[in-house]
T-cell receptor, first 107, second 118 residues
């Protein structure tokens, strides 16, 4: 079993719609959680940290469920520019990346 | 602006040659840098952790004699792919940890180096 698992997608999303996807992790001792965004042939960039109480940053909402060991990302009012691969990242003694979920927002 | 740079951004080399990739932290001193590799449609895989002034720590399955890491200063780490083969073709990304972080895990990624071995 992979340490961090994601649905690879792609999620085809109409512009303006809401999309949500999860990530599961296997190490219950994981300390911190993040969502990164990676555009094609570019480096990953931090989108947001994920806190136990859940947190929101504009149109993006992240949730953490420690009991079930998953985190989620919800994107509201999708923009064409949201098209990217979203990487779930879990920190134990190092950063471990999921395989990414590809999101395609279409007009 | 970018806080971590990599050079070169892309390189094509012949099989059997060696390639050096540089990673620099631009406005902070990084005692720890990380080297990742990403194959197409796959996730980033940590190759090694580079500590300034000491030997790098390699992840399981990564050959330390093939992927030479040098972290001679607080702003520069280099990865040398020795005797490169076509299967080494990949996207190599470095990152650096900013020790000035307020407690959150401040790790910044370089723009990556795309290596193609022919």
């Amino acid at each position: 079993r992979k340490e961090v698992e994601q649905d690879p997608g792609p999620f085809n999303v109409p512009e303006g719609a809401t999309v949500a996807f999860n990530c599961t992790y296997s190490n219950s001792a994981s300390q911190s959680f993040f969502w990164y965004r990676q555009d094609c042939r570019k480096e990953p960039k931090l989108l947001m940290s994920v806190y136990s109480s859940g947190n929101e940053d504009g149109r993006f909402t992240a949730q953490l469920n420690r009991a079930s060991q998953y985190i989620s990302l919800l994107i509201r009012d999708s923009k064409l520019s949201d098209s990217a691969t979203y990487l779930c990242v879990v920190k134990g003694n190092k950063l471990t990346f999921g395989g990414g979920t590809r999101v395609l927002v279409k007009p | 602006g970018a806080v971590v740079s990599q050079h070169p951004s892309w390189v094509i080399c012949k099989s059997g040659t060696s390639v050096k990739i540089e990673c620099r932290s631009l406005d902070f001193q990084a005692t720890t840098m990380f080297w990742y590799r990403q194959f197409p449609k796959q996730s980033l895989m940590l190759m090694a952790t580079s500590n300034e002034g000491s030997k790098a720590t390699y992840e399981q399955g990564v050959e330390k004699d093939k992927f030479l890491i040098n972290h001679a200063s607080l702003t520069l780490s280099t990865l040398t792919v020795t005797s490169a083969h076509p299967e080494d073709s990949s996207f190599y990304i470095c990152s650096a940890r900013d020790p000035r972080g307020s407690g959150s895990y401040e790790q910044y990624f370089g723009p990556g180096t795309r290596l193609t071995v022919t």
